[in-house]
């Protein structure tokens, strides 16, 4: 079977002329396109090599050189007479540069045997090392003995890698005097560094910012400004070689206006109990003293705190954490008086006007008492020297609270202070509108009762306890201030207030102490007059059966149930230029612990010598300096732990 062939299509020949053709168009296309490319590419390799040059030197400058920041010395804080109050001393420590480093196990090992590092020093240099940059130094120990960083630089050759060197660290001569006062500085934790948007200075080893007080507050002015090591390093971060050092620059001194012999006598004095002191000069508003006792180191905190050290302060309940100066409320007690007496004088109460004490005084259903009476008729000077609580009751009640409260608070109840730190407390001085603004009811007649001899709903802080004398001294709106910076300023006269009502309650301050009131046995050995006020203020109710019975003593009760033990004052009363208040927490009467003191520090601004004696007898009563008794404790504290024991509590609740 013959099958048919099909026909297919023929294509066209293709001739050398049309390849010819076709090749040259493409060989035209890819070498336009090859021209093309290689503009480009030499446009950009001209555009990086000239107009991008500087740039790309500094971005190569950058990779080989590097910068290790110096941490740069702190501004110091001194008083008024340039004594450092905070200051820095050389810090021999030991840092690890892992580049430089060589069998780091056998340097490790060494390390912790020349500087006894702890177990858990051990396991932080091993973690802080995986972490680090090969130029980046890491921390080994700080704050040693000259004895371990001459150890280590003798080693130094046997022990690549590691960099003792001398840094300065934040000093506080005068130890827990000035804890409130000046606060501490401490490592910068990670929310202080993300609020610094990551500066990496807050991360150099060694580098310690304020953490409470002015030295918080203050904090910009005292830094100063960070130094530089310029290091070459390879492209993997390899130390090559130390090129120049740019040195830091220190940060501003700040003056204060606290004398810091009176705040260390001060601080000494208070003893074992938990007391606050301020002391002002009055002319020109300068706070002498800040006391609050007990206080922290704030040396322990600058070389770090032990875990012991910690949990001995926050279970201390005399609350060595708590600037008692100005985050301190408590109840004026008596010592409101002279200032009551003024907002009486003012709203036309007649001083001779007389009331008859008889020790206890009914107002409806309530009985009011008088714990120094009975004094039988008694006017309104007696009144302040005694400390007559029937005399306030019956005549505040005369007055008026409205003719009270905005006087109080012209002399500094409830009022808030400029001055550097953190927070402060500034309490209540109540009135009919702030009582149905905070517990939504009416003022009432044993309200004004209360408040007449500083207790109820009243609140002051002892700084405003010392202004309030300083501006019953001046007749002026003496403000306090702590930095010295320029003149001392010019304070306006209290408004509508007679200096002859003032000096008349500044006569009946001075018989508290010199004129047989409740501190006569208090009056200074000095020809210089102490003038004051003492106060009580309670801290628990007393029932009406207790007081059938008997009213307890401060001695029989809990330390924290005892009444405050208050005392202001100023002297020389014949010429007042300090004014000054004295808080003892649950010290008892006014007379009995803080009247004492207010004795002996007034006595040292007119005789130091006479002073410094009673106080060298006193501190050996104690058990030695304060740093001796802190340091006892400690130990006490220490072993106590040691056996599984409840530490014993503080011994100084006099």
């Given at each position: 079977m013959i099958g048919r062939r099909r026909n297919r299509p023929t294509s066209p020949a293709v001739t050398e002329l049309a390849q010819a053709t076709s090749f040259s168009r493409r060989a035209i296309f890819l070498g336009v396109a090859q021209a093309g490319v290689a503009g480009l590419l030499a446009g950009r390799m001209g555009y990086i090599a000239i107009a991008q040059n500087q740039r790309y030197r500094e971005m190569a400058e950058d990779n080989r050189v590097q910068e290790r920041l110096i941490p740069p010395r702190r501004g110091w804080i001194v008083d008024r007479h340039g004594r450092p109050l905070a200051a820095n001393r050389s810090d021999f420590r030991v840092d690890l540069i892992p580049d430089r480093l060589e069998d780091k196990e056998r340097v490790i090992a060494e390390l912790a045997r020349i500087l006894d590092l702890t177990p858990d020093a051990l396991a932080q240099l091993r973690e802080d090392l995986a972490n680090a940059a090969g130029f980046q130094p890491v921390p080994v120990a700080e704050n040693l003995s000259f004895e371990k960083y001459a150890a280590i630089t003798l080693r130094q050759?046997?022990?690549?890698?590691?960099?003792?060197?001398?840094?300065?660290?934040?000093?506080?001569?005068?130890?827990?005097?000035?804890?409130h006062?000046?606060?501490?500085?401490?490592?910068?934790?990670?929310?202080?560094?993300?609020?610094?948007n990551r500066n990496p200075l807050l991360i150099a080893p060694g580098f310690k910012i304020g953490?409470?007080?002015?030295?918080?507050?203050?904090?910009?002015?005292?830094?100063?400004?960070?130094?530089?090591?310029?290091?070459?390093?390879?492209a993997r971060g390899r130390l090559v070689r130390e090129l120049t050092t740019r040195p830091d620059v220190s940060g501003a001194p700040l003056r204060t206006t606290i004398d810091a012999e009176l705040q260390s006598f001060v601080a000494r004095r208070c003893g074992e109990q938990s007391a606050a002191v301020a002391v002002i000069d009055v002319p020109s508003g300068d706070i002498l003293c800040f006391v609050s006792m007990p206080s922290y180191d704030p040396n322990?905190?600058?070389?770090?705190?032990?875990?012991?050290?910690?949990n001995m302060m926050a279970q201390d309940e005399r609350h060595p954490m708590i600037n008692k100066v100005l985050q301190g409320l408590y109840p004026p007690g008596s010592t409101s008086k002279p200032m009551t007496a003024v907002a009486l004088?003012?709203?036309?109460?007649?001083?001779?006007?007389?009331?008859?004490?008889?020790?206890a005084w009914r107002l409806g259903n309530a009985v009011f008492h008088c714990s120094?009476?009975?004094?039988?008729?008694?006017?309104?000077?007696?009144?302040?020297?005694?400390?007559?609580?029937?005399?306030?009751?019956?005549?505040?009640?005369?007055?008026?609270?409205?003719?009270?409260s905005p006087v109080a608070r012209q002399f500094g109840m409830g009022e808030r202070f400029d001055l550097p730190f953190p927070s402060q407390r500034y309490g209540t001085w109540p009135d009919?509108?702030?009582?149905?603004?905070?517990?939504?009811?009416?003022?009432?007649s044993y309200d004004t009762v209360n408040m007449s001899i500083g207790q109820g709903y009243v609140l002051v802080n002892p700084l405003q306890q010392a202004v309030m004398v300083s501006r019953i001294v001046s007749g002026r709106k003496v403000m306090p201030r702590i930095i010295a910076e320029g003149p001392a300023p010019a304070f306006d006269p209290l408004e509508g207030i007679d200096e002859g009502h003032l000096a008349f309650v500044r006569a009946a301050m001075t018989d508290v102490v010199n004129g047989g009131g409740t501190a006569s046995r208090f009056r200074l050995p000095v020809p210089e007059m102490m003038a004051g006020k003492t106060g009580t203020a309670q801290v628990r109710r007393?029932?009406?059966?207790?007081?059938?019975?008997?009213?307890?003593?401060?001695?029989?009760?809990?330390?924290?149930?005892?009444?405050?033990?208050w005392f202001v004052c100023f002297a020389p009363a014949q010429a007042p230029r300090y004014a000054a208040c004295f808080l003892v927490e649950h010290g008892g009467f006014g007379a009995s612990a803080a009247a004492p003191m207010a004795r002996d520090v007034m006595t040292y601004l007119f005789d130091k010598d006479r002073a410094m004696a009673t106080l060298a007898a006193m501190e050996q009563q104690w058990g030695g300096t304060i740093e001796q008794r802190m340091e006892a404790r400690a130990r006490t504290w220490a072993a106590a732990a040691a056996a599984g024991e409840s530490p014993p509590a503080p011994t100084g609740h006099l």
């Open positions: 050759p046997e022990l690549p890698g590691v960099a003792p060197m001398r840094a300065f660290a934040r000093f506080y001569p005068e130890g827990a005097a000035v804890g006062l000046v606060g501490y500085v401490g490592t910068p934790n990670r929310e202080e560094y993300e609020a610094e953490k409470n007080g002015m030295e918080k507050v203050e904090e910009q002015r005292l830094r100063g400004r960070p130094g530089a090591a310029r290091i070459e390093v390879t322990s905190f600058s070389d770090g705190i032990s875990h012991a050290e910690w004088l003012k709203a036309g109460i007649d001083p001779e006007q007389r009331v008859n004490c008889q020790r120094g009476g009975p004094h039988g008729p008694i006017a309104m000077h007696q009144a302040i020297a005694k400390s007559c609580d029937i005399y306030f009751y019956q005549m505040a009640l005369q007055a008026g609270v409205q003719n009270i009919p509108e702030w009582l149905q603004r905070r517990f939504h009811r009416e003022w009432q007393i029932s009406m059966a207790e007081r059938a019975s008997g009213v307890r003593s401060n001695a029989s009760l809990a330390w924290r149930m005892r009444d405050h033990s």
